[in-house]
């Protein structure tokens, strides 16, 4: 199939300049805000364009896909993110090939994903995906289970996995208001576990994609995982 590409690199620096005005509206180093590029269903064409605009901060979340986009996600001049949920007999593939895992939320996983990236002398970058909506549809965390999380997290004394923040997905067809206050739910929730465990370990937050990543920003943003508002609609969108 051959499409024509959109204009991934003007659609880039549209999303860089909003992002530099949300950091600035928001009294935020733009610098302490990393875009990840979410490559999902898009074909290395489309990666290629990007990289070619200077992106090198790229996120996928089916291990089928990333599986297709290998010769991408090895390239040591990008960072890929794994954004999506992982079943523990899959965990390989992502420890050995990713630098950043947006989606733990069960020791289990941690451990699989632990194994599997010190066999491949990685080291992965772990986040609690949080629900933080209460959302009986979304995968992570509830709030209330963060900390009794951490504590068994840190005291399983994982080597190849460490943590470093917190993600959420936002509830679908909410308003801004209610977007807003999960942000700063997940806000609120990261400051307590700086406080309790350490900054070292909750210096990240993942929340905002294109429809709403200015909040997101404005609310705490580390990072945002940014895909439409990039490379163009989706040929169907996953749920
Ligand atoms: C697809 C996806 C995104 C990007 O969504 P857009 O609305 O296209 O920006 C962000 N985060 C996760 C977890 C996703 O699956």
Redesign the pocket.
């Known amino acids: 199939m051959t499409t024509s590409l959109p204009d991934i690199q003007h659609n880039l620096e549209d999303v860089r300049e909003r992002i530099r005005c949300a950091a600035a509206s928001a009294g935020r180093d733009p610098d302490g805000i990393r875009l990840?590029a979410?490559s999902?269903y898009m074909t290395p064409a489309h990666i290629a364009r990007a990289m070619a605009a200077g992106q090198r901060v790229f996120?996928e979340?089916t291990v089928q896909e990333a599986l297709g986009k290998l010769p991408l996600i090895q390239d040591p001049q990008n960072e890929w993110h794994f954004?999506?949920h992982l079943q523990t007999n899959k965990a390989r593939h992502i420890a050995a090939n990713f630098a950043w895992f947006?989606?733990l939320d069960s020791l289990k996983l941690a451990r699989m994903l632990d194994r599997h990236a010190g066999a491949a002398g990685k080291q992965l970058r772990a986040l609690l995906q949080v629900n933080i909506s209460g959302d009986p549809d979304k995968f992570g965390l509830e709030p209330e289970a963060v900390t009794g999380f951490v504590e068994t997290f840190l005291d399983a004394g994982l080597g190849a996995v460490s943590l470093h923040g917190l993600m959420t997905?936002g509830r679908r067809g909410i308003s801004e208001s209610g977007r807003r206050r999960e942000f700063t739910g997940l806000r609120e929730l990261g400051d307590t576990c700086a406080a309790r465990f350490g900054t070292a370990h909750f210096s990240e937050l993942s929340m905002g994609?294109?429809?709403d990543?200015e909040i997101a920003i404005s609310e705490g943003a580390t990072m945002v995982?940014?895909?439409?508002?990039?490379?163009g609609p989706?040929p169907r969108q996953?749920a």
């Not at 995982?225 to 490379?231: K, L, M, N, P, V």
């Open positions: 990840i979410v999902k996120g979340n954004i999506g947006h989606t997905i994609m294109s429809d990543y995982r940014i895909g439409s508002a990039i490379f989706r996953r």
